[in-house]
């Protein structure tokens, strides 16, 4: 009969572990979650965790336990998404770096960290990286947006497919220069397309600026292609497309690794789509949890 009052006992303090808030930094009210920072180490890294573009921090809610388990981990909302507040200000990739440094100092989580970051959220996690290279003790790149890009990799997978030079142009155009409106309502999401969009008519040329972190670089890449017939393209093969783009990709990317004397990964999950820590949420516990034994954690 003693036993059940133990277990609840357990299971009130087990709870008790993640935290859920709200705080203020910088005039504005940012959406958080932590969990496991009470038994930290000293010195040693916090899981912080970047969201694709227009997600909120549930998105997480396949790994954060398990991983909280061997690390601290730390997931928020960015301006305009789901919890946080919205503010009227570009979203750009100094922003958003010095909008989650401060949020980090003012909970007093201190480096180092591993960024984790899916789709926009990877741009973002390499932008933190450029402007504070010393805080950053690995990257997990989830199916990132491609940072490494330029407009010519862009129009030669076209050009691949056989599609004519001036439907290349035209879809160039389309894709970069055509006037659009930032939508007020959602102005989270729909300013970090905007913000996406100036990236890649400039070659990254921000993000090309700033220092690579001689840290372990792991990359999972989603290799289903997930959209439906009647949503293709009708000017080239969009299956098609999609194969090459991330061969073209991983190449890149193999060399980015190439840039760190710490080495890294890349790990190809065929069977797993955009959403892969998702779609395969041991797959990306897994290649986190390489990354920090590769650390000695």
Same mark, same amino acid.
């Given at each position: ?16 572990? =993640? ?5 203020? #930094?910088? +005039?504005?009210? &940012? ?6 920072? @009470?038994?930290? $180490? ?86 933190? =990286? ?5 805080? #950053?003790? +690995?990257?997990? &790149? ?6 490494? @890009?330029?407009? $010519? ?145």
């Amino acid at each position: 009969m003693r036993v059940i009052p133990i277990l609840i006992c357990l299971q009130v303090t087990m709870a008790a572990v =993640a935290q859920e808030k709200l705080v203020s #930094v910088n +005039g504005q009210q &940012f959406h958080i979650l932590t969990k496991g920072l @009470e038994n930290r $180490k000293a010195h040693a890294p916090v899981l912080v965790f970047e969201n694709g573009l227009g997600m909120g921090l549930g998105n997480w809610d396949t790994v954060l336990d398990e991983l909280s388990q061997t690390a601290p981990v730390f997931a928020y909302d960015r301006a305009g998404v789901e919890g946080s507040e919205r503010v009227f200000k570009m979203p750009t990739v100094e922003v958003v770096a010095r909008n989650l440094k401060a949020i980090l100092s003012s909970q007093n989580i201190a480096p180092p960290y591993i960024l984790v970051g899916h789709s926009m959220g990877g741009l973002y996690i390499r932008g933190f =990286a450029g402007y504070y290279p010393d805080e #950053v003790a +690995g990257l997990v &790149f989830l199916d990132p947006a491609d940072f490494t @890009e330029t407009k $010519k990799n862009w129009n030669d997978i076209f050009r691949k497919l056989g599609v004519p030079e001036k439907r290349i142009d035209e879809m160039l155009y389309d894709r970069l220069y055509k006037p659009s409106v930032i939508d007020s309502v959602r102005f989270g999401p729909s300013s970090e397309v905007q913000v996406l969009t100036d990236l890649r008519k400039t070659d990254f040329a921000e993000i090309a600026s700033l220092p690579i972190p001689d840290v372990p670089l792991f990359f999972l890449i989603g290799g289903k292609f997930e959209v439906p017939p009647e949503r293709r393209s009708k000017d080239f093969d969009q299956a098609k497309f999609f194969e090459i783009r991330a061969d073209v990709n991983i190449e890149r990317w193999k060399k980015f690794i190439y840039s760190s004397s710490r080495g890294g990964s890349l790990v190809y999950l065929s069977g797993s789509g955009h959403y892969l820590h998702r779609d395969n949420p041991k797959a990306v516990i897994g290649v986190i949890k390489m990354l920090m034994e590769s650390l000695g954690e």
